[in-house]
């Protein structure tokens, strides 16, 4: 079936980096983002991917295999600030193509 | 200045009762979606429009309606209230055509029903 994957904690240290990572299953692909919650806030977008690799855009990048059906959201140089909820998101392009299927997920704790 | 404005920011409504969820977007965009969000599950799609034509219900209960006036409103009516309708709901906008799936979501609506 259709599915987003994500762990739904991850620690790591002021400084230093953390991965955050996701598993999908679906249908079709066209495209994967990555969005930043913060408790009580809207999400916000940070990155679009759809070709296999890693993009760099500094602070966080992006990686995705396609074939794994596996992205990660590196995030790189830890402030405390980082600390908040990261969601994968993956559109489907085998349904409508106005849907965009959302993991749970992964609150990082950034320790200082 | 916020580009996409929900109101109210919070609502408390009695059960059984009705309630309309208003969502504008001063974006430009063309595309307008409603998920919900419950405590400890994920950002749950509901609706999506494009050029105010409904493109996608993944919603099971007909309680659920989305309401277009204009290009960029959609709004949500609620009716006969229950309390696990009780979550926030986040309203987004995407233009459709670009290859970035990027949406601007709204600060949300925070409904309880009691």
């Known amino acids: 079936g259709q599915g987003v994957e994500q762990p739904d904690n991850l620690m790591s240290v002021e400084g230093t980096f953390a991965r955050v990572n996701c598993t999908y299953s679906t249908s079709g692909f066209n495209g994967l983002s990555w969005y930043q919650q913060r408790e009580g806030h809207a999400p916000v977008f940070l990155s679009y991917?759809?070709?296999?690799g890693l993009k760099d855009s500094g602070h966080f990048s992006t990686f995705l295999s396609r074939s794994n059906g596996y992205s990660y959201l590196l995030l790189t140089e830890l402030q405390i600030k980082d600390s908040a909820s990261y969601l994968c998101?993956?559109?489907?392009?085998?349904?409508?193509?106005?849907?965009?299927?959302f993991g749970k997920g992964t609150h990082l704790h950034v320790l200082p | 200045d916020p580009k996409i404005i929900q109101k109210p920011k919070y609502l408390v409504a009695v059960t059984g009762s009705e309630k309309i969820l208003i969502c504008e977007q001063y974006l430009g965009h063309n595309a307008m979606y409603w998920y919900r969000q419950s405590a400890k599950k994920p950002l749950e799609f509901m609706f999506s429009?494009?050029?105010?034509?409904?493109?996608d219900n993944q919603t099971a209960s007909s309680r659920f309606q989305p309401q277009s006036s204009k290009k960029n409103h959609l709004d949500l009516q609620i009716t006969a209230l229950k309390p696990d309708d009780s979550a926030t709901y986040f309203c987004?906008?995407?233009?459709?055509?670009?290859?970035?799936?990027?949406?601007?979501f709204g600060s949300g609506t925070r409904l309880l029903v009691i």
């Open positions: 429009y494009s050029y105010q034509k409904l493109m």
């Open positions: 998101a993956v559109r489907d392009r085998d349904t409508n193509a106005y849907k965009v299927i």
């Open positions: 987004a906008s995407s233009q459709p055509g670009q290859g970035n799936s990027d949406y601007t």
């Open positions: 991917v759809v070709l296999d």
